[in-house]
């Protein structure tokens, strides 16, 4: 069979090289052995020199490749070694600096698909044989690319006006480029603007964040848009086009002053269970807090008297500036950005599906998200902290931790923030009530700068300490002295006792978790979930605030637990990268591109709907479809769905995967032969 | 619909009202009740603490058994998924017979040494043939409520009940069981379409103390208290249990737990199906009333003492909304809490 | 001057095996290596305040190789299997399969002799041996352990009502297999036997 193959591509000079990785390959595959085979057994399919080094990647390594390139005239390069994932691009500059385009540079992964997922040193070897030769079939048949360049939009869309996506919206905006803050509720502000006091400092809350808020309400570069939420995403890197949906105010901004006197006539009174966590009321009318950006409020149609009976219109009777317009509709709005940055935080694990821990059951287990309304001065209670009849303070108060965190049950990792929360409302319920304060811990977790000694306060406070996590909480009194009160069971680890400890107050430090429709806003931006639901980073740790789609990138809580120092940095530096391509003006992309034979295209305009980048024109006069190569992303679908097989993928051709695959399976029969020749 | 019936030895004689009841409620509701032939004891919580093997191999005859009754020939037997159906309304019976094929299916080991015991018997068992239900779930899954309420003509309007689950219908989570390890409902909706009153009982879970009355009597006696002081707090008139081993330690152990901590709780302990069956008019004699220790006659002049009002739906009592205070968090169930 | 005998269990050479020992010889799979000392099964557990060690205490223990203090512990007895623990572990380690596996293992190793659990389990099988079926669950070998000092008072009247109402029998039920169960048993206990001699822990 090979006589025959032997004849086509026969000018080609191949280069071959083989990577040790340290022990990482070298390890598990015969290198030298891949090596000397590769020179004997390839020489035919136009390999004309091989090399295995012990780390291709090193400046040493390139140089190699370069000069090869120059003395030996190579025409093509195969690296086997780490996935293309992480060096691909470094072996494609080595090729371009020595004069060869770098798109004939194939790399094959021999390590994350042979070395560290076999043992079988031999099968190992054989197995890299194989993939390497696969990369050999298939280098032959690449072109020389060029890559496309495309200029990068300098606004920049926001999602999620939480501390994370304020941070990075004022980071862009004082940079001087547009911003688009998009935020669902009818204020920015997020979760932290619900707390009282912050740890481990124990700032006011609101003092640190409202003049952030106010920074982006005012920021001549900040479009903020409250009441809306993102519907649809077009297409792709440095071009955007992004479909806002803003849902109708009722409110005319440019008439409302926010004085609120809309509120305080409306006479529908609702439980807000957002803001106030289900702990305190707002109007059908409403701004969610004092200091709200913006101020306008909005009216809450399946609340709103009017919109349900059709009477009342109490708010628009008593605004001084007519400002209220119950006709307004939702409104779709299309803007164009360059770079998306989501930023949209996480939901609080709904402490109801621990029903032996009695929230919903038991008046006075609160939740922590209710905790921090019980002691903020704007909430409920004016910051008293007070059991659920409104006005009786409590004597003891029981804090737990973990709830719904650790555990297999319901999330399996660790919510990050919940000890020093909890440490937090140790501190704050005995400044403010001199209550006895237990907390129930599996483990301390303190970990950031000045966390630990605000453990040690707490301790020095007189909090009392239990190692156990709590088994239930119960009102079934047992022993005298339990009458009245919640009785938290729980084993004292250290002290080896299982103990019935009788509080007035239970608060659950419930864990985070990923926003409920976090799934379907991935689906909706191009980007992956974990199994958890939270935003996947394009690298955990050296690529945290990017994502595998080119142009979206992710910001505090929506990829995973965090507190709010740590939130605040990764808006800085989502806004750093955005930065960084706003600045540079265009952005390279990979020339992989589809490209429809128009001889081969039957004009079906099955392609044209699958297309996710509404790259695909149909001509009707030739009844043809075209692709825009500036739309596409290369991405395949079209080519695996053309049934006239008329569409190819640069740099995926048939012919290119054919021959990897032949490539692949020549090295079996190859092999099979080889040990019929050992046993003749 | 038809189903191998696996009563147990608690139903045989000590919890003959439960087997009296279930008999009658299964004419009622017009399924067959099929009872597996010459069933041996499945161990209870004690063969499994002397010899792993031999407690497999006493269990694993009786699924062996049912899948040679049940399984070879169907006869209407099965399941959707093709496995032969067998109710077990002791929890104890139900958690050994489908815990024993759950691990049988895991542990290769283990099945294939059950299997060289059983073969000294001349049987043999395919874990995951037989499909193990209790009574309970089957009623609420299968036969379904809106069935069960077309059947009551005499609903038991007034009664105040608290649904006892006890332990090993619940727990541990094998796959199938009700709706929540810790709290499930199921027990309460029955109760309530049968037209009594349920009312909350936050213990309905909890330990009746299981063979603690037999080994160290004072820690079973905590526990029976626990779950009769709890009942009574909340008023209720009875306590209906899905369970032959609850019903006998709170019912048969009530006076001396009195004696023991000088309390006098005085709470009748019913099977579920013999409220269903007071529900659909039977006759109380023959549904096994009269063999409990604390007397269920008040209960049962309670229901019948307001015949006129027997029409009228059970009240709902929704959640009182407080005027002063704080919000409580809204609860799937709300409006059908009882004060 | 007295001589005082410090022992420090194992911390030199930790018996590793003896937490392999007893997850094998647990049905299914027992993740007691996964667990992280919490607490919630010692803390959930209806006789927790019972017992000597709570069953988390006694997993650091089995993890420290300290197989005397383990098997001698009152706790597996206390357990009324009642598989709050096993529910309610972040881990899912199958506390309540473990208590069950620690009082086998106990019992044959002769740590029990002054439990009276033991005796009650022994009772009861032994007519389930005998007839197939449980000589009225409970109640009969409550009558069989009237005998054994533990209590007496109050039996009677127990009794006597239970008869009464006909929930109480004086003959056994005996199945009509009971020649076969018989062989089943005995060839169960047989392999059992053979497990013990060739260290066949699985079975155990």
Redesign the interface.
């Known amino acids: 069979m090979s006589d025959e193959l032997n004849l086509e591509n026969a000018e080609e000079r191949i280069g071959v090289y083989i990577c040790h990785c340290g022990t990482n390959i070298a390890g598990t595959v015969d290198v030298a052995e891949v090596r000397e085979w590769a020179e004997k057994r390839l020489k035919s399919r136009g390999v004309v020199l091989a090399r295995d080094y012990k780390f291709m990647c090193s400046s040493l390594g390139q140089e190699l490749i370069e000069k090869d390139i120059t003395e030996n005239r190579l025409t093509r390069v195969v690296v086997a070694a780490c996935s293309p994932h992480l060096h691909e691009n470094t072996f494609r500059t080595a090729c371009k600096r020595a004069g060869l385009n770098p798109y004939l540079c194939e790399l094959v992964s021999i390590r994350e698909q042979v070395s560290w997922v076999h043992t079988d040193k031999h099968a190992a070897t054989d197995k890299a044989k194989a993939v390497l030769s696969g990369g050999v079939e298939r280098v032959r048949h690449h072109q020389p690319l060029e890559p496309l360049r495309v200029p990068i939009h300098p606004a920049t869309l926001v999602v999620g006006g939480g501390i994370a996506g304020i941070q990075t919206a004022l980071e862009i905006a004082d940079a001087g480029r547009r911003v688009y803050l998009v935020e669902r509720e009818p204020s920015i502000g997020g979760h932290m603007s619900q707390f009282d006091k912050t740890f481990p400092t124990l700032d006011c809350s609101a003092c640190i964040l409202t003049p952030k808020m106010v920074s982006a309400g005012m920021h001549p570069n900040i479009t903020l848009m409250t009441w809306s939420e993102v519907t649809k995403v077009d297409g792709y890197v440095g071009n955007f086009a992004v479909t806002i949906k803003q849902k109708a105010r009722c409110v005319k901004t440019d008439l409302c002053t926010g004085c609120g006197i809309c509120q305080e006539k409306c006479p529908k009174k609702v439980i807000d269970e957002v803001y106030e966590a289900g702990l305190g009321y707002r109007k059908a009318v409403y701004t969610p807090f004092p200091q709200a950006v913006p101020k306008f409020p909005v009216i809450d149609k399946p609340n709103c008297t009017y919109f349900q009976k059709g009477t009342c219109k109490a708010c628009e009777k008593f605004c001084p500036t007519n400002a209220i317009d119950f006709n307004q509709q939702d409104e779709l709005i299309t803007v164009e950005v360059g770079n998306i940055v989501l930023a949209t935080g996480y939901d609080l694990f709904d402490a109801r599906r621990i029903p032996h821990y009695g929230y919903g059951r038991l008046a006075n287990v609160f939740t922590s998200l209710e905790f921090e309304r019980l002691t903020n001065a704007a909430g409920p209670t004016n910051g008293n902290i007070v059991l659920r009849d409104g006005k009786t303070t409590p004597k003891v108060v029981g804090i737990v931790h973990c709830v719904g965190s650790r555990d297999r049950n319901y999330n399996n990792y660790c919510s990050a923030i919940c000890c020093m929360q909890s440490l937090k409302f140790a501190h704050l319920v005995k400044e403010r009530t001199g209550a006895t304060v237990y907390n129930f811990y599996i483990d301390m977790r303190t970990a950031a700068k000045a966390y630990d000694e605000f453990y040690q306060r707490v301790l020095e406070e007189g909090t009392l300490f239990v190692r156990g996590r709590v088994a239930e909480v119960t009102d079934a009194a047992r022993l005298p002295g339990e009458e009245g009160k919640l009785i938290i069971q729980v084993e004292d680890t250290l002290a080896g006792k299982q103990r019935r400890i009788p509080v007035d107050m239970v608060v659950l430090s419930a864990g985070l978790q990923s926003r409920h429709d976090s799934k379907e806003v991935a689906k909706l931006f191009g980007i992956s979930c974990s199994a958890d639901a939270w935003f996947i980073e394009k690298h955990p740790k050296l690529d945290p605030v990017s994502t595998m789609t080119d142009g979206v990138f992710i910001a505090g809580c929506c990829t995973g637990p965090k507190d709010i120092p740590n939130s605040v940095s990764q808006g800085a530096a989502a806004a750093a990268r955005v930065l960084t391509y706003i600045d540079r003006g265009e952005i390279t992309l990979e020339p992989v591109r589809a490209s429809i034979n128009e001889m081969k295209c039957s004009g079906c305009r099955i392609c044209n709907n699958l297309c996710p980048f509404n790259a695909i024109l149909f001509h009707a006069d030739r009844m043809v479809s075209e692709v825009n190569a500036a739309l596409c992303q290369g991405c395949g679908t079209c080519v695996a769905a053309c049934p006239a097989g008329a569409i190819s993928g640069t740099g995926f051709s048939n012919e290119q995967i054919m021959s990897q695959i032949e490539g692949l399976l020549l090295l079996n029969l190859n092999g099979a032969r080889e040990k019929e020749l050992a046993y003749a | 619909m038809k189903y191998g019936y696996y009563p147990g030895c608690s139903l045989e004689r000590n919890a003959a009202a439960y087997d009296i009841s279930t008999r009658a409620v299964a004419r009622t509701l017009g399924f067959e009740l099929d009872e597996l032939d010459d069933w041996n004891c499945c161990g209870a919580t004690e063969y499994i603490a002397i010899n792993k093997l031999a407690a497999y191999s006493l269990i694993g005859r009786n699924l062996a058994l049912a899948q040679q009754q049940f399984h070879a020939n169907g006869n209407g037997h099965l399941a959707a998924d093709g496995r032969a159906q067998l109710i077990a309304p002791c929890s104890a019976c139900f958690l050994n017979l489908r815990k024993a094929d759950r691990y049988l299916q895991e542990d290769a080991k283990l099945r294939d040494t059950t299997n060289e015991a059983l073969a000294a018997g001349g049987l043999h068992y395919d874990p995951g043939t037989v499909f193990v239900r209790h009574l309970l779930e089957m009623i609420v899954n299968d036969v379904g409520y809106d069935e069960v309420k077309r059947h009551v003509t005499k609903p038991l309007n007034g009664l105040r009940v608290a649904s006892y689950y006890g332990c090993l219908l619940v727990r541990p989570r094998l796959g199938g069981e009700l709706s929540d390890a810790e709290y499930p409902t199921e027990l309460e909706s029955l109760t309530k379409t049968l037209g009594a009153e349920v009312v909350d009982f936050p213990l309905k879970t909890h330990c009746c103390g299981g063979h603690m009355t037999q080994i160290s009597a004072e820690v079973a006696y905590e526990l029976i208290r626990r779950l009769l002081q709890n009942a009574t707090e909340y008023r209720a008139d009875v306590i209906v249990t899905i369970c032959p081993m609850c019903q006998l330690n709170l019912d048969a152990y009530q006076t001396r737990v009195n004696q023991h901590f000088g309390t006098n709780f005085n709470l009748p302990i019913l099977y579920f199906t013999q409220l269903m069956g007071l529900a659909f008019g039977l006759e109380p004699k023959t549904l096994g009333f009269g063999k409990e220790i604390v007397s269920a006659e008040n209960a049962l002049i309670k229901i019948q003492r307001s015949p006129e009002s027997a029409a009228a739906p059970a009240p709902s009592r929704p959640r009182k909304k407080k005027e002063e205070g704080l919000p409580m968090p809204r609860m799937p169930e709300d409006e059908e809490v009882t004060a | 001057m007295e001589e005082i005998t410090v022992s420090i269990p194992d911390t030199v050479k930790p018996k590793l095996r003896f937490l392999e020992e007893v997850s094998a010889?647990t049905?299914?799979?027992s993740r007691l290596e996964m667990c992280?000392?919490?607490?919630?099964?010692?803390?959930?557990?209806?006789?927790?305040?019972?017992m000597d060690?709570?069953p988390?205490?006694l997993f650091a223990m089995i993890r420290a190789g300290m197989r005397d203090d383990v098997l001698q512990s009152n706790a597996p007895?206390?357990c009324?299997?009642?598989?709050?623990c096993?529910?309610?572990c972040?881990?899912?380690v199958?506390v309540?399969d473990l208590m069950?596996?620690l009082?086998?293992m106990a019992?044959r190793e002769g740590y029990t002799d002054h439990e009276?659990?033991?005796d009650?389990?022994?009772t009861?099988?032994g007519y389930?041996e005998q007839y197939?079926?449980?000589f009225?669950?409970?109640?009969a070998?409550?009558f069989h352990?009237a005998h054994s000092p533990?209590?007496k008072v109050?039996i009677g009247?127990?009794a006597l009502?239970?008869f009464a109402?006909?929930?109480?029998?004086f003959v056994p039920?005996r199945?009509?297999?009971m020649d076969?169960?018989h062989?089943?048993?005995?060839?169960?206990?047989a392999?059992?036997r053979d497990a013990e001699l060739t260290g066949g822990t699985?079975?155990?």
């Open positions: 010889a049905p299914g799979v992280i000392q919490c607490g919630t099964c010692g803390g959930s557990c209806p006789s927790g305040a019972d060690h709570t988390r205490a007895w206390y009324v299997s009642c598989y709050y096993m529910v309610r972040p881990q899912e199958h309540t069950y596996t009082k086998r019992i009276a659990a033991p009650f389990s022994q009861f099988i389930v197939g079926r449980s009225e669950l409970g109640l070998t409550r352990l533990l209590r109050g009247t127990l009502d239970m109402r006909d929930r109480l029998s039920t199945i009509k297999g076969g169960l062989a089943i048993l005995e060839k169960a206990k392999i059992t699985q079975l155990l």
